[in-house]
């Protein structure tokens, strides 16, 4: 069993950058791939980002590419998401995931591990 704790949601402005955290403990951690999903008001939850598990192959959806950088700490057994240029439409609760399958996947069923989730709200 894993267990996944995310941190660093917050308010920012339109511009704004954050940076999202998800500490995991129990079962190592450096064996799974992980990913970052989000879910807004009435919205489906959409994946946003997923990165190997030694951290050399990273995907990310069209609508974060080029603003948003996953990466991973396995000695902190840490995930992160930084995000820069924030858009008010980035408005969400972010998830941490994880998998046991080696393949990245952007499908929410491809992971079996799942945060609380944390608030991101950019304001215009």
């Known amino acids: 069993q894993v267990q996944l704790v995310e941190s660093g949601g917050g308010l920012v402005q339109a511009g704004g950058s954050l940076r999202l955290s998800c500490a995991a403990s129990?079962?190592?951690?450096?064996?799974?791939?992980m990913g970052w999903f989000r879910q807004a008001p009435g919205k489906d939850r959409e994946f946003v980002a997923a990165?190997?598990?030694?951290?050399?192959?990273?995907t990310y959806a069209d609508s974060v590419k080029g603003r948003f950088t996953i990466s991973r700490d396995n000695a902190k057994s840490t995930v992160y998401l930084q995000m820069n240029s924030l858009k008010p439409e980035d408005t969400a609760v972010y998830y941490c995931?994880?998998?046991?399958?080696?393949?990245?996947?952007?499908?929410?069923?491809?992971?079996?591990?799942w945060g609380q989730g944390t608030q991101v709200t950019v304001s215009s």
């Open positions: 129990g079962r190592t951690f450096s064996n799974y791939p």
């Open positions: 990165i190997t598990w030694g951290g050399s192959g990273t």
């Open positions: 995931a994880g998998r046991t399958g080696l393949p990245l996947t952007r499908e929410p069923s491809g992971y079996n591990y």
